[in-house]
């Protein structure tokens, strides 16, 4: 089972960077296959990159630093 507050951890590591831009995420929820889902927010939230900021940033960080975590979803 993934530790939520070890997920956490790491999204406030990413926010500053996400901040910079104007953005912001949040945890929706975790799923018990690994599965992250979360929400960005601010101007991530309408960004053609967001997919990309997902994809490059959060969920490479969370898969490096929390065990367990197998891919990081946008929360609808």
Do not use: F, H, W, Y
Not at 11 to 26: F, M, T
Not at 50 to 58: D, K, P
Request: with cysteine; glycine share 10%.
């Amino acid at each position: 089972m993934i530790d939520s507050n070890e997920v956490q951890q790491v999204l406030d590591l990413i926010r500053p960077q996400l901040q910079a831009d104007g953005g912001d995420v949040r945890l929706i929820q975790i799923g018990e296959d690994g599965t992250v889902e979360v929400e960005l927010q601010g101007a991530c939230k309408g960004c053609p990159m967001s997919q990309l900021t997902l994809a490059n940033s959060v969920e490479r960080i969370l898969k490096e630093r929390v065990p367990g975590v197998t891919r990081v979803v946008p929360g609808l």
